[in-house]
């Protein structure tokens, strides 16, 4: 068997995808990434009923989004084991096999997808990625019926619910519809299992996540362990033009990079929102002190805002300082103030 880890799983997967057939995969996830960026794109299953299609989406899109999901996994520091999945708006199982990078490995699974061409192709481009067959369930079902055909017979340590909530709708009026599948699938979890929405970084899905997130808070019915926990409303959403959303950095092997140069993509960020939510009585601990911005530079001192349980703060240090303590944080990460050097960083309260 071959072992996939961060560094391999891209490479790997594209020479797996290239191995299926003698033509150039290169035009082909070209024409892939236009259609997936034109204003009205197609449903994931129209584009892997082509099997150019298909084999470009596996062997480039998907592993990217099995990175994005697994760098997320990994920052959150769960306490799991070969954890059990529910994977919901499966599609090709990028959120299973992002836990399974994040985690070695799993015990058995379950994919729930309206649509079981992506859930099959997926399950086997990486049964033969890994050579060995995985215990995998897939469930054709809708998410917006009852949990009563596409609930597992298992409680999920980790129920992973990837880039699907938007295909709900966008804006207050679909916010009801994802309460309702959150604690639907909430009720299925084990006592610490904990859930994991994510969704694209793009303004209009991180803001309806952001707000799912107020919604959640004022109803007191679920713990939320990141990104924000003790906040009662989001400070981001206040204002119109920002949204909060996480940077994981990413570095591409050599063969795929050239590709990204071909196709003008430039992906040193793997970005995402997201949230992490557990049942109320569950033992997670949340931390607190979250960076929100990139990193700003003006008159010689760099910034960056972090959300906490005291209010959205400003950081602020000299740009000649060497520890470069603001530099080296990315966007989302959860970082602890009581671990830096006295009085390098400034932190003072946004009004
Ligand atoms: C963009 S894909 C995401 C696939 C995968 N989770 C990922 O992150 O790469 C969204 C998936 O959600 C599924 N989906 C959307 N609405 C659904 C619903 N009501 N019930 C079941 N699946 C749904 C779609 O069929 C599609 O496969």
Redesign the pocket.
């Known amino acids: 068997m071959s072992v996939l880890s961060r560094m391999n799983l891209e490479y790997q997967a594209f020479a797996h995808a290239k191995s299926k057939h003698a033509s150039d995969l290169v035009p082909d996830i070209r024409l892939l990434w236009k259609a997936l960026t034109q204003e009205r794109a197609d449903?994931?299953?129209d584009y892997f009923r082509k099997p150019a299609l298909r084999r470009a989406y596996l062997g480039y899109y998907?592993p990217l989004?099995?990175m994005k999901?697994a760098s997320l996994l990994e920052s959150l520091h769960l306490p799991f084991k070969n954890p059990k999945i529910l994977?919901?708006?499966?599609?090709?199982?990028?959120?299973i096999f992002g836990a399974h990078l994040a985690f070695g490995g799993l015990a058995k699974s379950v994919a729930?997808?309206?649509?079981i061409g992506?859930?099959r192709a997926g399950l086997e481009f990486f049964e033969g990625l890994l050579n060995k067959k995985l215990d995998i369930k897939l469930v054709q079902?809708?998410?917006?019926?009852p949990p009563y055909f596409?609930k597992p017979d298992f409680k999920p340590d980790i129920i992973?619910?990837?880039?699907?909530l938007?295909?709900?709708g966008s804006g207050s009026r679909y916010l009801e519809s994802k309460q309702l599948l959150i604690s639907q699938a909430l009720s299925l979890l084990d006592k610490n299992g904990v859930l994991v929405v994510?969704e694209p970084a793009s303004k209009v899905a991180s803001r309806d996540i952001m707000a799912l997130r107020d919604r959640l808070y004022e109803e007191h019915q679920v713990k939320i362990i990141a990104p924000c926990p003790e906040v009662a409303r989001c400070p981001l959403l206040l204002s119109r033009n920002n949204w909060c959303h996480a940077e994981f950095s990413h570095r591409r092997p050599q063969e795929l990079l050239r590709i990204d140069q071909q196709i003008g993509f430039d992906r040193e960020f793997l970005k995402c929102s997201y949230l992490v939510l557990s049942k109320p009585e569950s033992e997670h601990r949340h931390q607190d002190f979250r960076i929100v911005s990139g990193l700003m530079n003006a008159d010689g001192v760099l910034r960056r805002y972090a959300c906490t349980s005291k209010g959205f703060l400003t950081l602020s240090q000299s740009v000649r300082d060497k520890t470069q303590i603001l530099a080296n944080m990315t966007r989302g990460e959860a970082v602890d103030p009581s671990t830096w050097p006295k009085n390098l960083v400034k932190i003072s309260k946004e009004t």
């Open positions: 449903s994931l299953s998907m989004y099995v999901i994977d919901l708006g499966a599609g090709p199982l990028s959120g729930v997808d309206r649509e992506p859930m079902a809708n998410l917006r019926g596409w992973i619910a990837a880039h699907v938007n295909e709900f994510i």
